[in-house]
């Protein structure tokens, strides 16, 4: 179908073979809209870009200057959208539909990559829908959502659906490796990541995971019931949390330094630094949030752990914790407060 090269637009996806061969065959013969679902860190951002970029050549070769900048994320024919604000409301829909209108800049197509669109509001989601059915013809639209929530079910029958799995945790541990990490940090880091490649790289320069792993696991026999403890424990966790953002900071320093050298070089028109900005407050914002959530699978386990070994008097107490945690993990979705959640949660879990 495509020609073989040394290397392909598809490196950066991984564990996603079934998902890879679709995109490839699509992209033969196009249809207006693909919806690509699965969890974060399933590299579906990567296939987007790749996608993108086959989309645009034509060929597998991402040495070429346009799939070069697609995958970069700089191609003026790839308009790749975040949101703005905690959910994807209709003013930032009437701009897709703006966007999507206008003419490609450089070829005959324009790819618009919507990332996110869970969070998509009803408002939002009937206006998209008009353009759905009734697209520009220039314009191939990429969906992605970590799951189809009510606001998104007519926009997925509007579109091809592309599944995307969890990574497994050998591939993550692997993928890791290649990169340079150690054996134990990478399996360290995998384990922790739950199938998440983006988190798993955050991971594997973080020397406190299995300390933060080790507090939550904790948790359950160091509640004593009283609203101070919980408030101390909240505390405690919160900072090895705020802690446990260091290697991303990190790494979100090296990509503003780099955007301020190529503004020096080349201007700021265009720069996308407020892009960046907001990009960075999401990811750490999402950083928070896995962390959050892996501590709370561990504390769930803990729980098992003390049922299966029979070290509480009363088991229900047991699976009423594990049932608190899941709802807490649930509640994530809709955005809270993390540290209130986390001291109503603690307050009404049983000491083992």
Request: hydrophobic share 45%; aromatic share 4%; charged share 25%.
């Amino acid at each position: 179908m495509f020609a073989e090269y040394a290397r392909s637009v598809w490196d950066g996806v991984v564990g996603q073979a079934r998902a890879v061969d679709q995109l490839t065959r699509a992209a033969v013969s196009p249809v207006h809209a693909y919806l690509f679902v699965g969890p974060a860190g399933s590299t579906k951002h990567e296939a987007a870009r790749a996608f993108a970029a086959l989309l645009l050549t034509g060929h597998d070769d991402p040495e070429a200057r346009d799939a070069r900048l697609a995958l970069a994320g700089e191609h003026p024919d790839v308009r790749e959208v975040e949101r703005t604000g905690a959910r994807i409301a209709k003013e930032q829909v009437s701009e897709i539909i703006r966007t999507a209108s206008l003419a490609p800049i450089e070829g005959s197509r324009k790819v618009m990559v919507l990332h996110e669109f869970h969070l998509l509001d009803a408002d939002g989601a009937a206006r998209l829908l008009k353009t759905l059915e009734e697209p520009p013809a220039s314009a191939v639209f990429l969906v992605l959502a970590d799951q189809v929530p009510p606001e998104l079910v007519t926009i997925a029958s509007r579109c091809v659906r592309i599944e995307f799995g969890t990574i497994p945790e050998a591939t993550v541990r692997d993928v890791l490796i290649a990169e340079g990490a150690s054996l134990e940090s990478a399996e360290q880091a995998a384990a922790g990541a739950e199938g998440n490649l983006t988190r798993a790289r955050v991971l594997v320069t973080d020397p406190g995971l299995m300390a933060r792993r080790a507090a939550f696991a904790s948790i359950p026999q160091r509640l004593d019931g009283t609203g101070s403890n919980v408030v101390a424990l909240c505390t405690e966790l919160t900072s090895l949390i705020e802690a446990a953002a260091a290697p991303l900071a990190a790494r979100q320093v090296e990509e503003a330094e780099a955007l301020e050298a190529r503004v020096a070089a080349v201007g700021e028109r265009g720069s996308g630094r407020k892009q960046l900005e907001e990009r960075h407050k999401r990811e750490l914002r999402r950083h928070r949030v896995d962390e959050l959530r892996s501590g709370l699978a561990v504390m769930a386990s803990a729980y098992r752990d003390a049922l299966v070994q029979q070290r509480l008097t009363r088991p229900d107490a047991a699976v009423h914790a594990v049932q608190r945690i899941h709802q807490s993990l649930d509640a994530l979705d809709r955005n809270p407060n993390e540290a209130l959640l986390l001291q109503s949660l603690l307050l009404d879990l049983p000491s083992i």
